[in-house]
């Protein structure tokens, strides 16, 4: 049974930093073949891939959006988002995915992963 757990969210002013953390728990990181990403929606607003990370490459993905600002990485069964310089736009729930077999064409597609978590909010103020 795969279950994955946001944490790190809160709210930030403009410029500040949050550091995301998915504890991933069942989930099949030997074989390979798994992928974790985050994804983000604000109210109104399609949820969108942020970062996606296939750990047996240590291939990293990102939205132009957060390029040069957000780091993914993962370790062991953690995987973490560090974002830096947020800005207002960067305001919303954040979401942590494992998906399997993701071909790289479509790793920030939400329909790709199988498996999610709760969410954690981040807000970031003017």
């Known amino acids: 049974q795969v279950h994955l757990v946001e944490s790190g969210g809160g709210s930030v002013q403009a410029g500040g930093s949050l550091r995301l953390s998915c504890a991933a728990s069942?989930?099949?990181?030997?074989?390979?073949?798994?992928?974790m990403a985050w994804f983000r929606q604000a109210p109104g607003k399609e949820r969108e891939g942020v970062a996606a990370?296939?750990?047996?490459?240590?291939n990293t993905f990102y939205a132009d959006s957060v390029k040069g600002r957000f780091t993914i990485s993962k370790d062991k069964n953690t995987v973490n988002l560090q974002m830096n310089n947020l800005a207002p736009g960067d305001s919303a729930m954040y979401y942590c995915?494992?998906?399997?077999?993701?071909?790289?064409?479509?790793?920030?597609?939400?329909?790709?992963?199988?498996?999610w978590g709760q969410g954690t909010q981040v807000t970031v103020s003017s």
């Open positions: 069942g989930v099949n990181f030997v074989s390979g073949s798994v992928c």
């Open positions: 995915a494992a998906g399997d077999r993701v071909m790289v064409s479509t790793i920030l597609r939400e329909s790709r992963y199988l498996y």
């Open positions: 990370i296939c750990p047996l490459t240590t």
